[in-house]
């Protein structure tokens, strides 16, 4: 369609970019599910906290791992314009 065929390391670059954007949202998902609900796997506390403790941290650290996708993966495609 009119687009210039990429070398190899271009595309070796890009899968190292998405390799990276990965792991550092895995980590950052990780570290805020562990934040947030920690407590919930450490102190006994009422089912109905562990339960919203729970459900926060796996919502709020997914969601964080996608922004942190993207913002990685947008800055590399700045980068290379």
Known sequence: MGAARRSQAERDDITVEIGYALLSACFLGG??????????????????VE???WA????????LAVIRVVHVLW????RRR
Do not use: I, S
């Open 75 to 78: 800055r590399h495609a700045a």
């Open 51 to 53: 339960r919203l403790l």
């Open 31 to 48: 570290v805020v599910f562990a934040a947030v609900a920690g407590p919930a796997a450490v102190w006994t506390l009422p089912p109905a």
């Open 56 to 63: 926060t941290g796996a919502t709020v650290a997914g969601a």
